[in-house]
């Protein structure tokens, strides 16, 4: 059977996190261009009434209303759909509250659904005979019976139109299955007369079943609509560019001079369109060549904590004061990683209270930079990004064969709070008193550091400035001060001479290798048991209300350095004493070790950030494909040496469990969306659902992968996809809104953003801060959480939290 032509669509999307989803669904019936050309998803708010119907609806085939938080007749939350379905002036497709609202706007009304589900699978069922887009050839199949016609979807929803309600001029066109735990409830509508359908399931959820059989057959209603024209004009570039996010497959690549014009914000100035240097950096005149030496046998048996302490040693009594350190220490039984071992240049700070970014550098006074107006830190670390970025040219005849993994470039994080410039919607929060000294991302900047490959191999690596090779000359920076960006020569000498008197022995050492500490200090939560099961009660009701489908809830735990810890000697509280017990302790994949003593934070003086994070948020690699891997679900593990038959029984129960698999589904729909916003739509594809994966304890992981459009750098893909899924719930701005009040507007701070490296040649890997301590001043604090469904227990959800902090500092204290 022929596919329809494909009209101009337009997807009205309400703040919902899996709205971009509906692209796949086009994506297996046109090629990328061709939905890239006719298909755009706006915000819903991005246009009043009179303006939509003016500049709009003229240019536009059809409209699909798109799933969304809150209720269809609340005017807030559905802005004018309502006028626009009375009027029908073209073909209209609702999905989940779409589908409401098309209730809502003929008069029926909106209910509980008798059984509250999101991320479920269910069976839906055709009325027969079949009506509406189910009635279409592309639906039916000759000779199939009622029960043939029964197929499998993913429903989020709270609410459903009561079916006691609904009006003459509509019909139900489908109902779900009723089981014995859950009634049945209306799943498809339609119009008698005008060209509207509704569905109440999500057909782009990525266990749904035949979504591209609904699509086919609403577009092709669409064109029996319009005649069946030969084709549909493109839409027009005002309309393109009113999207949100916008990828385009055969748009110009990233231009490192100018790339603001690309950048997915807010309307701007035409002061506020400029230059990367304008933005307040300075391109590099020359491309960094990167050098590289391996060592062979050399130093296989040193330990890498004795490696990194010599490195350390010798930083600390160089010429320069050192910044920082660095040791990013993957570790991992099932996928393999490396350790990198590093003293950064520079850090760079930015505070979101301030707007101002800060340059530190050993034995210097920092300088600052305020942002202009309209430009956000993501904005400017891009274009530093882009500026440094480059294809590198060896310039050892020891050239690597991994075209991945970290070349240098910047490590650091963003903190949970840089939400606020990253998400679409979202109002700035009131400032707190001490704000102002809250480093709300961090990055440093390393160009020369020492690795050791996963077959325990040695290599250095480092990056030579072409331009100043000979003559040393700094390039001019944003801050008025001359700044390198790579080694000398004679720089990269002196550093390949003293990795090699370390490795083989020869190197003398003054301090004798650092103990770990024999325990962890106590935690204590900040909240009490009772105070967190409230506020699970309130993130259920908020879910009862519709206001979200999945909520993550988290709480702080903290302790203080000065006192003794649990079993152990106030002595040895230093943090990385504690970091060495925490990477025996609880192994991990992220695990990540980062000092800098001269941050001054609202807690005190000194950062360090003790990290033990098994999830991936985001990485890129070199072929610009995007990988993210959430994690939903944890069941505490049989402590080894005991029962393994019991261990693996639990994690069974967990891979199992049908409210762990909801919760999971859930944020995989959502990454796949956030994925959506920065991929060619084709490319973003679940090639590992719902898998067990154990280490410190049990967990459910999932792999989501896609392409990056050529227009869209790798600092931009992270934008796009902060904060992090698994650590907000979905619809992710709503989400985050409901949490800043559940948490009482507490600053979550590094816990629940992202930590990683941008390198030099475009690769990224950011893990999710989670089982992180951060020792600020003589505080440290780790935060925890879970996600909240209907489903959720409260008592079993504290527990769970428990859990993960016991997982990374052992016993607590003041819990019930």
Not at 313 to 323: D, F, M, P, V, Y
Request: glycine letters at 8%; hydrophobic letters at 35%.
């Amino acid at each position: 059977m022929q596919r329809p032509v494909l009209p101009r669509t337009l997807i009205l999307d309400y703040y919902d996190s899996y709205t971009n989803n509906l692209l796949t669904l086009f994506t297996k019936l046109y090629s990328d261009a061709e939905v890239l050309e006719k298909v755009v998803v706006v915000k819903a708010d991005k246009y009043s009434w009179p303006e939509f119907q003016q500049n709009v609806l003229p240019n536009i085939d059809c409209v699909i209303l798109s799933p969304g938080p809150g209720r269809p007749d609340t005017p807030s939350d559905i802005g004018f759909a309502l006028d626009l379905l009375r009027s029908h002036p073209l073909p209209i497709l609702g999905v989940c509250l779409g589908h409401q609202a098309i209730a809502v706007a003929f008069g029926a009304k909106i209910i509980n659904t008798p059984s509250i589900t999101h991320g479920h699978v269910v069976p839906i069922s055709p009325v027969s005979p079949a009506k509406g887009l189910f009635a279409s050839p592309y639906w039916q199949t000759d000779g199939e019976s009622k029960e043939e016609q029964v197929f499998e979807v993913v429903v989020y929803n709270s609410l459903t139109a009561d079916p006691d309600t609904i009006p003459d001029e509509l019909e139900v066109t489908a109902w779900s299955v009723p089981s014995p735990t859950r009634p049945s409830t209306v799943q498809g509508l339609r119009h008698k007369k005008y060209p509207i359908w509704g569905v109440q399931y999500h057909p782009e959820s990525i266990s749904s079943t035949r979504g591209a059989d609904l699509l086919q057959a609403f577009l092709d209603e669409v064109n029996a609509y319009h005649s069946s024209p030969a084709s549909f004009p493109p839409l027009p570039a005002d309309i393109i560019s009113a999207c949100a996010y916008r990828v385009a497959a055969s748009s110009r690549p990233l231009s490192r001079s100018r790339t603001s014009s690309i950048l997915p914000t807010p309307p701007r100035t035409p002061s506020s369109s400029r230059p990367a240097s304008r933005l307040g950096y300075s391109r590099l005149t020359g491309s960094p060549n990167m050098l590289e030496k391996k060592f062979g046998d050399l130093g296989r048996q040193l330990k890498t904590q004795h490696v990194f302490e010599s490195l350390v040693n010798w930083s600390r009594k160089g010429k320069e004061k050192a910044i920082g350190e660095i040791w990013l220490d993957g570790q991992t039984p099932t996928r393999p990683t490396t350790s990198t071992l590093a003293t950064p240049s520079f850090l760079i700070t930015y505070c979101l209270a301030t707007r101002r970014v800060t340059l530190h550098r050993g034995g210097l006074t920092p300088s600052t930079l305020s942002l202009p107006e309209y430009t956000t830190f993501w904005d400017w670390f891009s274009e530093a990004h882009q500026s440094l970025t480059t294809l590198p040219t060896s310039t050892s005849s020891h050239r690597s064969g991994s075209s991945n993994g970290f070349k240098g470039g910047w490590v650091g994080y963003f903190g949970y709070e840089m939400k606020e410039e990253s998400l679409q919607g979202y109002r700035r929060r009131t400032r707190e008193d001490g704000e102002s000294k809250a480093v709300d991302a961090c990055w440093a900047w390393v160009d020369r550091f020492t690795e050791r490959t996963t077959n325990g191999e040695w290599i250095i690596r480092g990056m030579l400035d072409a331009h100043n090779e000979d003559d040393d000359v700094e390039a001019e920076d944003h801050f008025g001060q001359g700044q390198t960006f790579g080694v000398t020569r004679e720089g990269w000498s002196e550093y390949v001479e003293q990795v090699q008197c370390i490795l083989g022995g020869s190197a003398r050492s003054d301090n004798a290798p650092t103990v770990p500490s024999q325990s962890f200090p106590t935690f204590r939560p900040t909240a009490t048991g009772d105070n967190y099961r409230s506020k699970i009660d309130a993130c259920r009701e908020a879910i009862r209300q519709g206001e979200s489908y999945e909520l993550t809830l988290t709480t702080p735990f903290s302790a203080s350095m000065t006192g003794p810890p649990h079993g152990g000697d106030a002595e040895s509280l230093d943090p990385y004493a504690l970091y060495l017990r925490l990477r025996s302790f609880n192994p991990a994949y992220y695990s990540t070790y980062l000092h800098f003593p001269s941050l001054v934070t609202p807690r005190g003086n000194g950062l360090t950030v003790l990290s033990s994070s098994p999830e991936r948020f985001l990485k890129i690699d070199s072929g610009r494909r995007v990988e993210m891997m959430p994690i939903k679900g944890t069941r505490a593990r049989i402590k080894p040496g005991q029962c393994r038959r019991a261990d693996a029984r639990i994690g069974e129960e967990l891979r199992t469990d049908q409210k762990e698999r909801a919760e999971n589904l859930m944020i995989v729909d959502l990454i796949r969306s956030d994925l959506l916003s920065c991929c060619t739509p084709s490319t973003v594809t679940v090639p590992k659902l719902i898998a067990l994966e154990s280490y410190g304890v049990h967990n459910l992981v999932t792999t989501v992968q896609g392409i990056l459009a050529e227009n869209v750098s790798s600092v931009e893909a992270v934008r796009r996809c902060f904060p992090p899924g698994s650590m907000t719930g979905a619809p992710k701005l709503r989400s985050v809104q409901l949490l800043d009040d559940f948490e009482d507007r507490q600053r979550r701070g590094i816990y629940s953003g992202a930590l990683g490296y941008f390198s030099v040649d475009g690769v990224t890997d950011l893990s999710v801060v989670i089982r992180t301590i951060v020792v600020e001043g003589d505080q440290l604090s780790i935060g925890a959480g879970g996600a909240i469904t209907w489903l959720s227990d409260r008592d079993g959800e504290w527990a769970e939290v428990l859990t993960k902090v016991g997982s990374v500092v052992g016993k607590l204290e003041g819990v019930e």
